[in-house]
């Protein structure tokens, strides 16, 4: 039953399009199913045909639905695991997907997949010849990522609390996923870094971009002080009100490293993989973390906030997307986080860990017995397998889950095997390790109060794929 909101500000065909469109993603239409006639579709929302045609022909577009033969339109057959899950999904598994996110980003690695791989094709990063200052036995990496929707959820704190300083924390989320991407290839030497600052100018004033800035300068300083040699290269401000109403901070980071000192991530059968806890507080930070990182927090942020955000603050979210995926949760920002000392806020806005110092006294301790780091940002537990040829990776021994991911869980009804796809519940980082070498990693770890543990290990097998037991001692396989 297709039901139009007049009230609001995306065209009536484009709801009827995103509503149909919903109903493929999460299953309810399947491939090869006839959808209603355009007479039926047009008499059920009393609306006029043209409409009703209007919406199917972008979908047609889309390569969402076919036409038949003088007797209108189904589901395409030819969808991709990118459109539809498999039989062990359920259709709050397909949230992120249907709110215009993809943990797989299937279509992206399908383009760069074909390009050069750069000199060490099984890198964490994609590394270059030393184009900067011509010496062969060097290399270049740069790298660029961002704090993504988190963003939003200071917008609202900020509106709701008048405190700016709430941005400082998403300056350190833009530096992080750079930062801590590069460490997993090695790179430990002199680190370039540069934002890019995208705003509508009235909702974002110069308050919140002096916090973002003076935040992201502290942070820096912070980090040299652990020995981490990162250091601000300038960056833009671009006022783009009618690409967000609120904000969007990414930044870009530029190294070069010696082509010896590059870890090629050479996962193997018989290595350890030992996790670093997400959550918890660490000698270098300021106060308690919950874990969150920047990934996964359009559904963190809409399954959880109460739809007080949708009507306040129409800016803060797409308009075309379907009512009962914008901020349906049953949380406000200031409410207490279940099994938390924290508030929601507080947890959804924890800053994103950096491992850096940690990863660095590694480097000095066992370089050449690191066979590879694995960052889980985008992808989170499964990340891995877009790294080895033939390795079953198996997860057996997973930490406690974070109480941030348990209240995300149960807000939205999120599937587990969604769940460990989308956010890394409890690890953010992995090394790969020989088995020897794991309490070795585990004490250096616990010295900068972080937790550790070997949590799990790599077989061989014909293709990659994983087995992670979750918290429930349910075993999940990917892919």
């Known amino acids: 039953m297709i039901k139009i909101d007049y009230e609001s500000s995306s065209p009536i065909y484009q709801q009827v399009a995103d509503q149909i469109h919903f109903a493929i993603n999460t299953g309810v239409l399947k491939p090869g199913q006839a959808l209603p006639s355009i007479r039926k579709l047009a008499a059920s929302a009393d609306l006029a045909s043209n409409t009703i045609v209007k919406a199917l022909k972008s979908l047609e577009s889309s390569g969402l639905i076919e036409a038949k033969d003088r007797s209108g339109y189904k589901v395409s057959k030819t969808m991709t695991p990118n459109h539809l899950e498999t039989q062990e999904s359920s259709p709050a ?40 200052s011509g010496d062969p036995a060097k290399c270049n990496i740069i790298h660029a990522d961002g704090s993504g929707t988190k963003s939003v959820i200071a917008y609202l704190e900020y509106k709701e609390s008048g405190d700016a300083s709430v941005f400082e924390g998403i300056a350190q989320d833009s530096i992080v996923m750079n930062l801590d991407d590069l460490l997993c290839i090695g790179a ?119 739809h007080y955000y949708a009507e306040t603050y129409p800016e803060s979210y797409d308009s075309s997307l379907p009512k009962n995926l ?56 499964t990340k891995c397998l877009r790294f080895g040829e033939g390795i079953h990776f198996v997860k057996n021994n997973l930490m406690t889950v974070p109480a941030v991911f348990n209240a995300i869980q149960t807000a939205s009804g999120t599937t587990m095997k969604e769940m460990y796809k989308v956010f ?56």
């Open 93 to 132: 598994s397909n949230r992120y997907q249907a709110r215009g996110v993809s943990a797989e980003k299937t279509e992206v690695h399908s383009v760069v997949d074909k390009l050069d791989p750069g000199l060490f094709p099984g890198a964490f990063c994609k590394i270059t010849e030393d184009y900067l």
């Open 424 to 479: 890394n519940m409890g690890h953010r980082m992995e090394l790969y390790v020989p088995h020897r070498r794991v309490q070795e990693v585990i004490d250096v770890a616990t010295a900068f109060g972080i937790n550790a543990q070997q949590i799990g290990h790599t077989e061989a097998a014909r293709e990659n794929h994983l087995s992670l037991v979750d918290h429930l001692g349910k075993t999940i396989h990917y892919p």
């Open 326 to 381: 914008t901020y349906c949760g049953p949380y406000k920002l200031d409410h207490a986080l279940p099994g938390s000392e924290q508030t929601v806020g507080q947890a959804l806005l924890s800053p994103t860990r950096s491992y850096a110092p940690v990863i660095l006294e590694l480097l000095n301790l066992m370089k050449h017995e690191i066979n590879a780091i694995v960052h889980c940002s985008g992808g989170a537990q």
């Open 188 to 306: 430990t030497g002199r680190i370039l870094l540069s934002n890019t600052i995208n705003r509508h100018a009235s909702n974002c004033p110069g308050e919140v971009i002096k916090a973002l800035i003076e935040g992201g300068e502290k942070f820096m300083q912070q980090l040299r002080d652990q020995g981490v040699q990162i250091y601000p290269g300038g960056g833009e401000t671009a006022d783009v009100g009618d690409l967000t109403g609120t904000v969007v901070v990414d930044s870009c980071a530029v190294s070069i490293a010696r082509k010896s000192d590059i870890i090629e991530n050479r996962i193997i059968p018989d290595l350890a993989i030992v996790g670093l806890a997400s959550s918890g507080r660490s000698t270098y930070e300021q106060t308690e973390n919950s874990g969150i990182g920047s990934n996964g927090l359009t559904s963190a942020r809409h399954d959880m906030l109460s």
